[in-house]
């Protein structure tokens, strides 16, 4: 079992940044794929970047060069940190983890979910 808890999501001005972190629980996390989604009023959930067990990376072509994936595995942790960040960024960001250590861009290929955190981006 794996307890994941996200934080530092908040309000900012559209072309500043964030940084979200994860913490998770349990000793499997260094062999598990990790992910960032995110769920904006009235929409689906949405892949937005993921990192597999070996540290290779993936994004969604609206965040590509503005946000970066990464993990520390000694601290069984998770970030994402978000520069320019825009208004249309506006969303509950979920991070997800799964039970392999290959990345997946679909929500149903996660075992593992945050609470969410919420990001606000004003224009």
């Known amino acids: 079992q794996v307890q994941l808890v996200e934080s530092g999501g908040g309000l900012v001005q559209a072309g500043g940044s964030l940084r979200l972190s994860c913490a998770a629980s349990g000793r499997t996390f260094r062999w598990s794929a990790m992910g960032w989604f995110r769920q904006g009023p009235g929409e689906e959930r949405e892949f937005v970047t993921a990192i597999s067990a070996g540290g290779s990376t993936y994004y969604a072509d609206s965040v590509r060069g503005r946000f970066t994936i990464s993990r520390d595995n000694a601290k069984n942790t998770m970030y994402l940190q978000m520069n320019s960040l825009k208004p249309e960024d506006t969303a509950v960001y979920y991070c997800?983890?799964?039970?392999?250590?290959?990345?997946?861009?679909?929500?149903?290929?996660?075992?593992?979910w945050g609470q969410g955190t919420q990001v606000t981006v004003s224009s």
């Open positions: 997800a983890a799964r039970g392999a250590g290959t990345s997946a861009t679909s929500a149903k290929s996660y075992d593992y």
